[in-house]
């Protein structure tokens, strides 16, 4: 049954906008915001919230650990200072958080829940995505009852920066590499409202169909972009003075998901030990 009404929301999405099916308003990006963008362009924006009072309420308990670990463990934060050891824990009262420099775009930190319980944290949230990645797993040959999977969850982060992001540390990379189309994906969004630094909160990406062009997602409080494991992005570039509207700090929520086909697993093992090797879950091979 799920396969027929996947099968049926891609070909309607073929013809239509499905926008209105995801809660979206009008907006920038509105040609990928239908069902099928992800599975076809590689890429897809979704209105998770209705409000910004839903998206403050939805994301309460993730900011509330943020929150305590900037409190507890600021030095740990910063980009100009030393990470903790790799293996380091970085415990708050709703959870753990392993905190690593980021490999994408030095000058951030990952910080990934460390174990079950935290990664129970996101889970909420991480239900507003599913449908989009589900249809794309299901394009690329893939049919199970629960054919993804929320695998790490993490926030990226920059606190008590100097600096913006130059174009030279701006990396243009893709998440899931070594996977194959329509096997992995990444969530991001932002923790906090992005209005008082609108420029500090941009991503560049290329969308499958028109790989050459580089466009950008302009994040927002409630909003979010789906990305392909395989499709290439960065963070767009900003200034100091971006960054010194909000005081240093600009944090997004990023949630992993893996298709839980067997034979993708191989591929999400080596990219999940490479980014977060102390915690994550994929099914079973």
């Known amino acids: 049954m799920r396969a027929a009404c996947t099968l049926l929301l891609l070909r309607l999405a073929a013809g239509l ?8 308003k009008p907006r920038t990006n509105d040609d990928m915001r239908g069902l099928s963008s992800l599975a076809v362009k590689g890429v897809c924006a979704h209105r998770w919230a209705h409000s910004t009072n839903d998206a403050h309420a939805t994301l309460a308990p993730i900011a509330r650990a943020f929150d305590d670990l900037k409190s507890n463990y600021r030095d740990a934060l910063v980009p100009e200072l030393a ?72 926030f990226i982060s920059i606190v008590g920066a100097k600096a913006g992001i130059t174009d030279d540390i701006a ?81 997004l929520v990023c949630l992993n998901f893996a298709s839980t086909q067997p034979s993708a697993r191989p591929a999400q093992i080596q990219v999940m030990e490479s980014q977060t090797p102390h915690f994550y879950e994929l099914a079973p091979s």
């Open 17 to 24: 906008k499905l926008g209105a099916l995801f809660g979206a």
């Open 83 to 154: 990470p903790p050891a790799a293996s380091t824990e970085l415990r708050v009262s709703d959870g753990g958080f392993h905190c690593y420099a980021a490999g994408t775009t030095r000058a951030m930190r990952w910080l990934y829940a460390a174990d079950s319980e935290t990664l129970d944290l996101f889970r909420p949230l991480a239900q507003h995505f599913l449908p989009a990645m589900e249809a794309s797993v299901y394009s690329g040959g893939w049919e199970a009852e629960n054919s993804v999977q929320l695998s790490a969850a993490s």
């Open 171 to 251: 990396r243009w990379h893709e998440d899931w590499g070594p996977c194959q189309d329509h096997e992995a994906f990444s969530v991001l969004l932002p923790l906090r409202d992005t209005r008082p630094a609108p420029d500090a909160y941009r991503l560049e990406y290329r969308t499958w169909d028109c790989i050459d062009e580089v466009k950008v997602y302009d994040y927002e409080l409630g909003d979010a972009i789906v990305v392909d494991g395989r499709a290439p992005h960065r963070t767009a570039p900003f200034s100091a003075g971006d960054l010194a509207k909000v005081n240093g700090e600009r944090v």
